[in-house]
Nanobody, 125 residues
């Protein structure tokens, strides 16, 4: 069983930065893919960024180069560096993990087996 714990969220002003972390207790297989999702009140959960088992990365269009997903395998930790933050990114952010890789797409919630509890990101103008 994989446990994911997010941290690093908080409240920042427009233009600020945050670095989210997702610590995994363990992985069931040596190959795995991970993603960051967000969910704002009243909206569906949507993909922000994904990193596959081969290290390739994918981003939602709205990221526009402002976010970077990365991982430290030695620390079993996934990161999301978020720069130039604007109020519209305010949401709960979740990390998720799936063994091996996705079947249809990195941004599909149903692709993932394990989810963290989320960390809140609030950006004020």
């Amino acid at each position: 069983q994989v446990q994911l714990v997010e941290s690093g969220g908080g409240s920042v002003q427009s233009g600020g930065s945050l670095r989210l972390s997702c610590a995994a207790s363990a992985y069931t297989y040596s190959n795995y893919s991970m993603g960051w999702f967000r969910q704002a009140p009243g909206k569906e959960r949507e993909g922000v960024a994904g990193i596959s088992d081969d290290g390739s990365t994918s981003y939602a269009d709205f990221v526009e180069g402002r976010f970077t997903i990365s991982q430290d395998n030695a620390k079993n930790t996934l990161y999301l560096q978020m720069n130039s933050l604007q109020p519209e990114v305010t949401a709960m952010y979740y990390c998720a993990e799936v063994d091996a890789t996705w079947n249809t797409g990195w941004d599909r919630c149903y692709e993932y087996t394990y989810w963290g509890q989320g960390t809140q990101v609030t950006v004020s103008s």
